[in-house]
């Protein structure tokens, strides 16, 4: 699944991605409303490390990113190598393509 550097970088991505929603999430809610979360014995510390991780998250989804945009260009080439020389239309001539109708 992960073979090389570019789905590599999707799937950290991807994780990275739901990282920064959750601990913003949880930054929030420690800002907004900390008595719902229990067994917090220091808020402020607690709210620290969350924005900590999430700054830790946006790190690597940058570097995810950067991973992805650098593998983009051999992921054309071999595309374009392995559409030469590939006929849509077959073995069927285009002066004939129509003259086999049934009515």
Do not use: W
Request: charged share 20%.
């Amino acid at each position: 699944m992960c073979s090389d550097l570019g789905s590599t970088s999707r799937v950290c991505a991807f994780y990275s991605f739901t990282g920064i929603l959750f601990t913003l999430f949880v930054g929030t809610l420690l800002s907004t409303q900390p008595e719902f979360v229990t067994g917090i014995e220091d808020v402020s510390e607690a709210k620290s490390n969350a924005f900590g991780a999430m700054g830790m998250f946006i790190a690597t989804f940058a570097l995810s990113l950067f991973g992805i945009s650098r593998t983009r260009g051999d992921e054309k080439d071999d595309m374009d190598a392995a559409m030469e020389g590939y006929q849509l239309s077959g073995s069927v001539n285009q002066s004939d393509y129509g003259s086999s109708r049934y009515d």
